[in-house]
């Protein structure tokens, strides 16, 4: 068999070891010291520019029609197309559009992408706007169709010509062109286009400041601030609201659980229904409550029945959230609606990315104490064979700033708890390190692969306690978003660097080992152990 060295990390009060596969154990005893800085949060505000009002709307389904293959026809332009071509052929299709999302601008523009066949006839197109089966008026009289690749055929209608937009219902025209047979057409039509004008959305608005801390471990917190949706006509019903938490180094897939969307809604003209005279309290109303695990893919999603927003009735949303206890102190959190698809309402949306104001920093709990913990991550390196220069033992001494600000690790002790004299088998003994500074640092996102950094000096050896403790030069920092991931190396001497000492006048041992573990040759078939009695015997077994 092959020499064990087995090491362990203790710490100040009791022993630190884990079991693993390997034939080593290691840990340490570690000292630091804490370090404060103190900082300062810049807010800043801003406007976004008017967002343009419009949505496009497509042919939906057919209501009755002559042309060859109507299906064509739905949906966005696919150069697939509805009618024939180089026939003289008339037909009539009327379509049903897409479902308008709020109250419709004056001008409203309909736009047909037509083609003909390669004969010479020119067949026409004409646009009809119809309301639930009734001709309200012509969109675009009969319009010459020349091109054989597409053309457009566009027209526009105001809206007071409707009374409900659901409602709306698009008539295509054909007239074929007839003559020689060379001349003999007609037109084919790939989509039908709404180009929808609003002339109010649903505005999204975030308002006030988000809660400046949050400890560890905490639950129902508020975090600060109003988000704020609101209508200038009519009114909408919401369904759906999406947060996201955009802090580039806060995991809050990993952290934030039990989110829950509280809302009031503000009815007093005062203040222009604007929020302004509401605030959070347990009892308000909520939007949804989600158990357990939140913000996948660092967004939230909460859905309604539906909530109403008119002109007097202003929706105030408000997050609450419970903070793991694992959470990195120090690290901050951040949130917005990002995008105007995150809301959903019977209007269309706009005013996104709406942020809260400042960001939420987690601390410790009041009145705790500083915490580091210390564990192990992955397996370490068995056998080990002698001579070994710089033998890297495997694993990593994983330290992780658990709660309390940012600290300076200054000292770390491994200790071998094994059976081999490590005082004489290891020599040139390094402590080498990364810090992960990835979510959820733990060291899984760090690997050594020769750009650490070395802690401390190389020492000769370890101790006659079997001890090997490191000063750092340079003290790194530890912290929630800071994780020190350290490596062992060693040389792992032969029987040569030993230091077996005879007394000269007795023959007898006077220090050294009593029991070697030698591999020849490298070959883990040929090793034995040499036994150094203290009278001066040897005795070599299998």
């Known amino acids: 068999m092959v020499n064990r060295v087995e090491l362990a990390m203790v710490s100040h009060a009791e022993p630190f070891w884990q079991e693993n596969s390997g034939k080593i154990k290691l840990g340490g005893i570690f000292v630091f010291a804490l370090s404060f800085a103190a900082f300062s949060i810049i807010l800043f505000n801003y406007s976004l520019p008017a967002q343009a009002l419009s949505e496009t709307k497509w042919a939906s389904s057919l209501i009755t029609g002559t042309c060859t293959n109507p299906t064509n026809a739905y949906g966005a ?50 646009i009809n706007l119809y309301e639930n089966g009734s001709l309200v008026q012509a969109i675009v009289g009969a319009t010459s169709i020349t091109s054989t690749t597409g053309q457009t055929v566009s027209g526009t209608f105001n809206a007071s010509a409707i009374s409900d937009a659901s409602l709306v219902e698009i008539e295509i025209v054909v007239v074929g062109a007839g003559g020689s047979p060379s001349a003999r057409n007609s037109a084919q039509f790939d989509s039908i286009e709404w180009a929808v004008s609003y002339n109010n959305p649903l505005t999204i608005a975030a308002t006030g400041t988000q809660t400046a801390q949050v400890e560890q471990g905490s639950t129902a917190n508020y975090a600060g601030g109003t988000f704020r949706l609101s209508v200038a006509t009519g009114s909408a019903s919401v369904t759906s609201i999406a947060i996201s938490e955009n802090d580039a180094t806060f995991a809050a897939a990993t952290y934030l659980t039990n989110a829950t969307l509280k809302y009031d809604l503000d009815t007093t003209s005062a203040d222009g229904y604007n929020c302004s005279d509401q605030t959070y309290a347990a009892g308000d109303l909520t939007f949804q409550a989600i158990s357990g695990a939140s913000f996948s893919a660092e967004k939230q999603t909460f859905t309604n029945a539906g909530v109403t927003v008119s002109t007097t009735q202003t929706f105030c949303g408000y997050l609450v959230f419970d903070l793991g206890s694992g959470a990195p102190a120090g690290d901050t959190i951040e949130f917005e609606i990002t995008a105007n698809a995150d809301v959903v309402s019977s209007y269309i949306e706009t005013g996104a990315p709406a942020a809260i104001s400042g960001s939420t920093t987690i601390t410790a709990p009041t ?14 390196n068995s056998p080990i064979t002698i001579p070994n220069p710089d033998q890297y033992f495997g694993g990593v001494f994983v330290i992780k700033r658990t709660s309390g600000s940012a600290t300076s690790l200054t000292n770390v002790t491994v200790s071998n708890t094994g059976t081999t004299n490590a005082q004489f088998s290891l020599t040139n003994v390094k402590l080498i390190f990364d810090i992960d500074s990835i979510a959820p640092y733990d060291c899984a996102s760090v690997s050594k692969d020769g750009d650490e950094t070395q802690f401390g000096l190389t020492l000769a050896g370890f101790d006659q306690t079997q001890r090997a403790t490191f000063t750092a030069l340079s003290a790194p920092t530890i912290s929630g978003t800071q994780t020190f991931c350290g490596y062992l190396i060693a040389d792992v001497v032969d029987k040569g660097t030993l230091d077996i000492k005879f007394d000269l006048r007795t023959g007898k041992r006077s220090s050294g080992a009593t029991s070697i573990i030698l591999q020849l040759d490298n070959d883990p078939r040929q090793m034995r152990t040499i036994t150094i009695f203290s009278e001066g015997g040897i005795a070599i077994s299998e």
């Open 77 to 126: 332009t696919n150069s697939t197309w509805a009618g024939d071509v180089n026939v003289n052929v008339s037909c009539t299709d009327r379509y049903a559009m897409e479902d308008t999302s709020g109250p419709l601008e004056s001008t409203q523009t309909i736009n047909v992408i037509a083609r003909k066949g390669s004969q010479s006839g020119n067949p026409t197109l004409a």
């Open 367 to 380: 009145g705790g104490t500083n915490t580091v913990a210390i564990s192990t991550l992955g397996t370490q």
